[in-house]
C-alpha cells in the first residue's frame, strides 16, 4: 500500500466516525423531538382509565380506534367538527391564493424593475417582519370595524393579504430568472402582464410550493387572531374549537386527544407532500439586495 493510500485512509475514517456520530445524535434528537406527538397519538387511543393511571403507560393495552368516531358522536360535545373544517381550509385556501398572487406580483416588480426608492421600498417591506403581530392588531381590528369585516372569514383573510416574507422569497428566486428571457419576450410584443402570467411564473414552482406550505401551515394554525374577530359559533376555526371542547370536555382527555390528531392530520399530509419544495425553496433563498 502505498504513502498516499495509508494517508487518505486514515483521513477517511475519521470523517467516516465523524458523519456517523452527526447522524446518531440528530436521529437522537429528533426522536426526543417526536416523543409528545407519540405520546398525543397514542393517547388518543386509551381508554379512559388507562390514559390515568399511574405509573403511565406509552402503548396502550387495547388499542381504542373508537375514540376518533366518538369525537363526532357524542351528544354532550355537540361540535361540528366538518363544518369547522371547512371554514379552516377555506381560510387558508383563500389566504395561500392570495399571498401567492402578491407575493409574485410584487416582488416581480421589486426584482425587475428599475425605478427611484425601489431599495427604500424593498427595505420597508423587510423592517414590517420585526413588527410584533401585537403591535398591528388593533389598528387592523379596528379597520375591520370600518369595513364590517367583524365575524367573518374574510376578517381573517384580507389583513394577510400582503406578506414581506413572501415577497422576499419571490423575489429572490425571479433573480435567477434570465432577463434575455424577459427581453425576448418584449421584442415579441408582449405585454408585462402577459410575461409574467406566461413566462414568469412556469419558473417558479419551487418557492410558489414553498410559500404555499407555509401559508397553509401559518392559517391552519392561527389561534389569536381569529379568536377575536369570529364571535359567532358558526365561523369558528379549528384551533378554537379545540380551546372550547378542551373547556368542556376537560376529563376525557382521550376524546381531547383525538381531537387534536384530527385538526393536525390534514397539515402533517401537507406537509409530509411538499417537504421535498420546501427544503429546496429555502435553500436556493439569498439576500441579493
Known sequence: MSPMSRVGGYAGRPRLEQMLFLYLALSATALIALVPFLWLVFGALKSPQEIRQIPPTL??????????????????????????????????????????????????????????????????????????????????????????????????????????????????????????????????????????????????????????MLTFMSSWNSYLWPLIVLKSDQKRTLPIILYFFQGQQVQRLELIMAASILIIAPMLIVFLSSQKWIIQGLAFTGLKE
Not at 102 to 108: D, E, K, M, R
Not at 168 to 190: K, Y
Not at 195 to 210: D, E, G, K, N
Request: charged share 15%.
Open 59 to 212: 402503548f396502550p393495552r387495547v388499542w381504542r380506534f373508537d375514540n376518533f368516531v366518538r369525537v363526532f358522536t357524542v351528544p354532550s360535545i355537540k361540535l361540528p367538527l366538518p363544518m369547522y373544517y371547512s371554514n379552516s381550509l377555506a381560510v387558508a385556501a383563500a389566504r395561500v391564493a392570495m399571498i401567492l398572487f402578491t407575493s409574485s406580483l410584487i416582488g416581480y416588480v421589486l426584482a425587475k424593475f428599475r425605478f427611484r426608492g425601489k431599495r427604500a421600498i424593498f427595505w420597508f417591506i423587510m423592517s414590517t417582519m420585526i413588527v410584533p403581530f401585537q403591535v398591528t392588531m388593533i389598528p387592523s381590528y379596528l379597520i375591520l370595524v370600518r369595513l364590517r369585516l367583524i365575524d367573518t372569514l374574510w376578517g381573517l383573510i384580507v389583513p394577510s393579504a400582503i406578506d414581506a416574507f413572501g415577497i422576499f422569497l419571490m423575489q429572490q428566486f425571479i433573480f435567477s430568472v434570465p432577463e434575455a428571457l424577459m427581453d425576448s419576450a418584449r421584442v415579441d410584443g408582449a405585454s408585462e402582464w402577459l410575461m409574467f402570467r406566461r413566462i414568469l411564473l412556469p419558473q417558479l414552482p419551487a418557492p410558489c410550493a414553498t410559500l404555499a
